[in-house]
Nanobody, 123 residues
Framework: QVQLVESGGGSVQSTGSLTLSCTAS????????LGWFRQRPGKEREGVAI??????TYADSVKDRFVISRDRAKTTISLQMNNLEIEDTAMYYC??????????????????WGQGTHVAVSS
């Protein structure tokens, strides 16, 4: 059973930076797409950044500010968030699916979720 555990959330002032990490356990052989999603207050859950062996995809709203990366063992992904904006305040979730990402930032396409970590950006 795959489990995802996020860490690194917190409070930061706008224009600041924060790094989130997600450690996956229980991954079997094969391809997995791992990624970050977020749910802002009053909004639906949305994709932020996803990564697999051959591709990385970012939401337009975070492109050029956020960087997703993965360790050599492919069990931990990180999200380096730079130049944070108040609108980035959200619960951030790590998610996975046992297939290629295929550029999909739709949360309904992911069936493995972490508990989430909160990011609060203030002015």
């Amino acid at each position: 059973q795959v489990q995802l555990v996020e860490s690194g959330g917190g409070s930061v002032q706008s224009t600041g930076s924060l790094t989130l990490s997600c450690t996956a356990s229980g991954l079997t052989g094969g391809t997995y797409c791992l990624g970050w999603f977020r749910q802002r207050p009053g909004k639906e859950r949305e994709g932020v950044a996803i990564i697999d062996d051959i591709s990385i995809t970012y939401a337009d709203s975070v492109k050029d500010r956020f960087v997703i990366s993965r360790d050599r063992a492919k069990t931990t992904i990180s999200l380096q968030m730079n130049n944070l904006e108040i609108e980035d305040t959200a619960m951030y979730y790590c998610a996975a699916k046992a297939s290629w990402c295929l550029g999909s930032l739709l949360s309904r396409n992911y069936n493995i979720w972490g508990q989430g970590t909160h990011v609060a950006v203030s002015s």
